[in-house]
């Protein structure tokens, strides 16, 4: 993960929404001769990067939480403040509440936001509807943000985030539901391409996540946890097991969690921003897990509960302060390996000929600022697919 490869005075060809190739602005004039169609030459003042990648989002949410917040600061956990009716159950009545068009008005400048950032692909989860219907609604916003963003957007259905209160005594009757009605639905209407289920003592059991993934997995998604966020209870060893594409948070992992994330080609996610905002002393053993040979990805959580952060760059600031990785080890987890814990690595998270022509500027001298200015805004300029992002102003030239 600290082998990146950084080139000084590089030039790179973008052939229509690819990378054609990429090299020694000294050897550009060679490959602009060979080139068929005349070339529109952009000069880069700053360090370009791949788009970063953010693995790991729940986009679609109504109000933010400001009093969980406050109640935290007073020495309420987490799960107190759920079961004072705080915490999702609460982001879950207000989703519940809202209209589409509204969610996806809310949704679209959050997400504009993550985008001017440095963000080009972003995973975003359902997961505050929790009946049919409302994780329906939450998908086809993002669907229809898909349509109207100019970057990738990679849903996932997290029907299993939580109980809802009305199966708060028949727990088993709302896993079937899920396995049952949810998955087929979603399934039918492509509405998503990953499952995830948030797998903690409290919500979903090891047992019980088994069983929605496995029903996922037939269904064709890719699969994901939450897993060994608060309490270690083998969530990490589940998704070793499951084949899923990625394990997320791991605060609480054990040493057998590690070692069969090590063992697999799972990626860890973790998440420094939601342990800060949670005013945990605790992160996840991201040195650890890297050393055992595990895959690191970083990602913001962005959510109204836990970790309302838009900027992968202070992502990256905390992967350096709080979780020991060093510079390098930060640009890989935010792109190449953010992109397989979405099953993307194939074509994205590299700036590499044949890669999707995603790419991000940092108005910086060298590239270890941009996890450096903690919380500037650091990113001048985002291309996706080979075009100029407009929602960072007019396109630089
Ligand atoms: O990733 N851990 C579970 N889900 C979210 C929190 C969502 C919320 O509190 O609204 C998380 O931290
Ligand atoms: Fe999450």
Redesign the pocket.
Known sequence: MADVEVLADAAVLIDGARIAWVGPRREAPKVEAQHAAPVRVVEIDGVLFPGFIDCHT?GVFGAPRLDDQERRALGVDYKAIAAAGG??LQ?VRDVRRRSEAELVTLTRSRLETLIAHGATTIEVKSGYGLELEAELKQLRVIRQLSEQLPVTLIPTFLGA?EVPPEYRNKRAEYVRLVCEEMLPAVAREKLAQCCDV?CEPGVFTVAESRQILTAARSHGFAVKL?AD?LEGSGGAELAAELGAVSAD?LAAISEPGIGALAASPTVAVLLPA?MLFLGKRSQAPARRLIDAGAAVALAT?F?????PTVSLPLVMSLGVSQLGLRHAEVVTAVTINAAAALGLAADRGQIAAGCVADLVVVAADDWREVAYWMGKEVVSAVWTAGSACPTKGAPIS
């Open positions: 729940h915490g999702i982001s985030h948030f939450h966020e948070h939601t959580d959510n109204p509960g836990t970790s």
